[in-house]
């Protein structure tokens, strides 16, 4: 394994993300940071969520970025609001110790008159949710005619969610000079029809093997039970945890409902993140937790897209997840920066078979506790 040094990345980052407890490089790091520091040209990257993917295109675009000029130079499209401000948090965190490097974070759920207020201060890297982006546009309250570089991360999750519009949109606005990084979970027609439109015949490709993507920190685990007794098992296992917070996902939003409802009355601190909350209250939910007053966030897959805690000691699974590449997104929120965590799945007997399925393609190993 290379070290982010022989990659090329300069070495201010390099102290800066050292920091964050970023210290070697991830297989889609070591791919993909090389030939966009030095070529820089239209990019496809595939690699589940979790494996390092702020890093991968954020480290060279920070690297390409020219401080001197207080225009905006590229642009990275999110699919979530949580996401993009995640990734503003992050790139600001990376130049800690470099020249002054600004970026600001703009999706909906906020009042679009602080946006094009704080869009007027020197900015060299807007982050966007696609719907804020074309909003913006159409106020003309951003000049993108300076952009080298476009960042599509989690390229379809922002089709799932209905965005194919906007992104053929925004890359014929910003089509001439700049180049197109995209990344991607998995590689739908979708998003395949939009690199033929819009990136070269040439775009270097890479892909990394699901089975190398989750975090070697984390302790996989699972408990057998009936369906009815999942309450009571999930509510004995967070006892356990001594107060330390975690995620429990659901596959439904009155799965969720039900679930949050039984843990509070076992006396648990418990948030509810399900897509039907308005953006403030899940500003509100999200506050809450993150500053530790509630202990567990219940959550379905959808409505947990880009969410970053620091220190979750556990996530818990009330159900296996429908598509393997959840269950990397949910794991992948413990461990974080480093540290150790814990995924415990509760199953019924019947899930067995689709454990040792996931034990196989992701190559790794769950250890039953009874």
């Not at 703009?106 to 719907?131: D, F, M, N």
């Not at 951003?142 to 599509?152: G, H, I, M, Q």
Request: net charge positive.
């Amino acid at each position: 394994m290379k070290t982010f040094k022989q990659l090329g990345v300069s070495e201010r980052l390099i102290q800066g993300i050292s920091e964050k407890g970023i210290l070697e490089p991830t297989e889609i790091q070591e791919l993909a940071i090389p030939f966009l520091l030095q070529d820089g040209g239209d990019f496809v990257g595939q690699a589940q969520t979790g494996t390092g993917k702020t890093a991968a295109f954020g480290l060279p675009l920070l690297q390409r970025i020219d401080p001197q000029d207080k225009r905006i130079q590229a642009l990275v499209i999110a699919p979530t609001r949580e996401l993009a401000k995640q990734i503003a948090k992050q790139l600001f965190h990376y130049t800690k110790y470099t020249e002054k490097i600004f970026a600001e974070a703009i999706a909906g759920g906020e009042k679009i008159a602080g946006q094009v207020e704080a869009l007027k201060r020197p900015t060299h890297i807007v982050v966007a949710t696609p719907g804020r982006l074309i909003d913006l546009l159409k106020l003309r309250a951003l000049d993108l005619s300076s952009v080298r570089t476009v960042v599509l991360d989690e390229a379809d999750e922002m089709l799932s969610m209905g965005f194919k519009d906007e992104l053929d949109a925004i890359l014929d606005f910003t089509q001439g000079s700049r180049k197109t990084w995209l990344f991607s979970a998995t590689m739908p027609k979708g998003i395949r029809l939009i690199i033929d439109k819009h990136l070269s015949p040439n775009a270097r490709r890479v892909q990394v093997d699901r089975r190398q993507v989750v975090n070697r920190n984390i302790k996989h685990q699972f408990a057998i039970c009936k369906i009815e007794e999942k309450p009571y098992e999930i509510s004995r296992f967070i006892d356990g945890q001594k107060g330390d917070r975690g995620i429990v996902f659901c596959r439904s939003r009155a799965g969720v409902r039900n679930l949050a409802e039984a843990l509070e009355e076992q006396g648990h601190r418990v948030a509810v993140l399900q897509g039907e909350l308005s953006q403030k209250d899940r500003d509100k939910v999200m506050r809450s937790f993150k500053k530790g007053r509630t202990q567990i966030l219940v959550s379905t897959d959808v409505a947990a897209r880009g969410i970053d805690v620091e220190k979750l000691a556990f996530v818990v699974h009330h159900q296996l997840p429908d598509q393997i590449e959840y269950y990397t997104h949910r794991s992948g929120r413990t461990a974080r920066a480093g540290r150790s965590g814990m995924s415990m799945a509760f199953i019924t007997r019947g899930d067995l078979k689709r454990l040792r399925e996931m034990e196989s393609e992701l190559s790794i190993r769950f250890m039953e506790i009874r």
